[in-house]
């Protein structure tokens, strides 16, 4: 009887371990799985083109904002672009404008397909700032710039074949292979090119022949013989017959002994042609005045070989960390702040390496042509990962001893000194003007007027054997050099200027991680915008913070000296005395509130509907600042509003400003 009860027993215990087991199984598994997570790319711009294929050439899928974390499906062999997953299904992006996270070594490289269709000439191009001036040339998927052979076609000065004709004398020389700076399809059709002709001009025409274009260090090579390129390693597609004298670029070596060429052709295929078969192109003139060095970068989007252990690295391996001057022109300085002397002055656009960055978090200390320098970071596109730039805790002061002055003289047409988005003014004290920053150059005069009420753009500033020199052009007396003055706000255009009423401190709240101190007595500042109970102001050194609006009144009595200085309203200031605008001094805008777009580029074509193919309405420059009243249903054009009335303006060439879900979608169909 004893042993009828034990077998129940026996079975609930068997049962018991059984279920503990297959538990402890389960939650293993459970964990095990948790440690195969796809790898993110986290978009590092303030919006980032999702597109239908693996390059520029393909149409966009969506178009995400900053911040957005996308799973990673698969790479391009060229490990630039890679597959990720979106609301809007499957789609292709450049790791370079992103930050990788997450292990990338288990990442398939994938064939591509029919993915989509290129994007050839479909309401605007990239380098086209939306149909305009171009902003960069024309590049392949693998971000060489493309290049073209002339055929002799008229050169017209818009993508219409009733556009005004600048030459039809474009000379027809397939040894000479220029930059394709844009590319887009007119009302009918046609596919135009804009090119730009040495001594002729920048124009568009209706035909060329796209060519490889060798600059910088990379090589061009060229079919001796009919021969098959391979993918072995590379993708599984199926090898094709090369014909004689198709180009490529020799981007490497690859085959046990050596004996194939790594072959990039125009439109980016990568694959291996037998090194017999392919010789160094020659007989060819490349214009490659102001491009970018096109060699090929094997860190550039991941799966790059370690050249001295041969294995492939986990994650995607980015360039070094980097800004683009995000307006017309930026002066670059000694030191972090605006009041020390200028380095160099560079064109929006330019690419800076980041060297390190100010504890203030505002100024970066950058590496160009020019040597080193400091920028502030609110006129400057961040690439790259912010956490690996170093604090410079100890002041570093860039000598530029002999930079930009000629040795101490002053340039024909010098930049007016900049503080933060405004022209920093001086009133003068009655020193003697020279013609040089010495005491040993001419005196242009002792009659200098002494009347702090009177404020003068700063032209710009020297520092000789000690002496900090000061650039002005005083009516009635010239332009020279003096050794002091009074710095002083300078209120043009439409800024608003306030002084400050009461001893308040001044924060920094969501800004920066300084502490906050207190802003004295009749100190100056510009108000650039509201915060509650607070002005956000911006001091004259180009610090911005809050400040209670309680304790802010007007400054009156003073006459600001404006003519040929640029209107300084919503960061228009670029620190060149060539920009555009009247400005009437003391008027007062109030400034552009809810949605909006910055141009993110030199010039801007505002166009009367949404695509490259309409009418031009206006031409913004950089730094622009707009009002956003819609947006198209393909999320790529903005329905905008400015002084020119309304129009529409390319995604791709604007920094959003706002809240993007509540832009209404336009019907667009009536256009």
Known sequence: MKAIFRVPILLAILVLVLGLLMGGAASASDQQQATFQAPLLVVNTSFLNVRTGPGVQYTVLVTVVGGTELPVLGRHADNVWYQVNTDGGPGWVNVEFTLPRGDFSNIPILEVGETGAPNVGVGGNPGQGGGGAPAAPVTSGTGRVQGVSLIGRNLRAQPDWNALILSSAVPNDPNTILPLLGITTGSDGTIWYNVNVPNIGVGWMDGVV???????????????????????????????????????????????????????????????????????????????????????????????????????????????????????????????????????????????????????????????????????????????????????????????????????????????????????????????????????????????????????????TQEVAGTVWYLVDVPNVGRGWMDGVTLRILQCGNDQVGIAIDQTPITFDGISNQQSFIIDFDTEFYIVGRRNEFAIIELLDGTTGYFLAASIGPRTGVTNICTGVPTTVGGGTTGSTTGGGSTTGGGTVTPITGNRVVVNTGNLNVRSGPSAAFSTVATVPGGTELAVIGRAPDGVWYYVEGSFGRGWVNNQFVLFRGDYATVPVLDITGN
Do not use: K
């Open 210 to 460: 796209l060519r490889v274009l060798e600059c910088g260090s990379v090589t061009a090579g060229i079919v001796t013989q009919e021969t098959p390129i391979r993918f072995d390693g590379i993708s599984t597609r199926d090898s094709f017959l090369l014909s004689i004298n198709t180009e490529g670029y020799i981007v490497g070596f690859a085959g046990v002994n050596n004996e194939f060429y790594r072959f990039e052709l125009v439109d980016g295929t990568l694959g291996l042609v037998h090194t017999s078969a392919v010789a160094r192109r020659t007989g060819v003139t490349n214009v490659c005045t102001g491009l970018p060095n096109v060699a090929g970068n094997p860190g550039q989007g991941g799966g790059a070989v370690d050249a001295t252990t041969g294995t492939r690295t986990t994650v995607p391996q980015l360039a070094a960390n980097r800004v683009i001057v995000n307006t017309g022109f930026l002066n670059l300085r000694s030191g972090p702040g605006a009041g020390y002397s200028i380095v160099a002055t560079v064109a929006g656009g330019t690419e800076l390496i980041v060297l390190g960055r100010a504890t203030d978090n505002v100024w970066f200390l950058v590496q160009g042509d020019f040597g080193q320098g400091w920028l502030n970071s609110q006129f400057a596109l961040f690439r790259g990962d912010y956490s690996t730039v170093p604090v410079i805790t100890e002041l570093l002061i860039v000598d530029n001893s002999n930079a930009g002055q000629g040795g101490g003289v002053a340039a024909p047409n010098p930049s007016t000194v900049v503080s933060g988005r405004h022209v920093t003014g001086v009133s003068l004290i009655g020193r003697n003007m020279h013609q040089n920053p010495s005491y040993d150059s001419l005196i242009l005069s002792s009659a200098v007027p002494n009347d702090p009420n009177v404020i003068y753009p700063l032209l710009a």
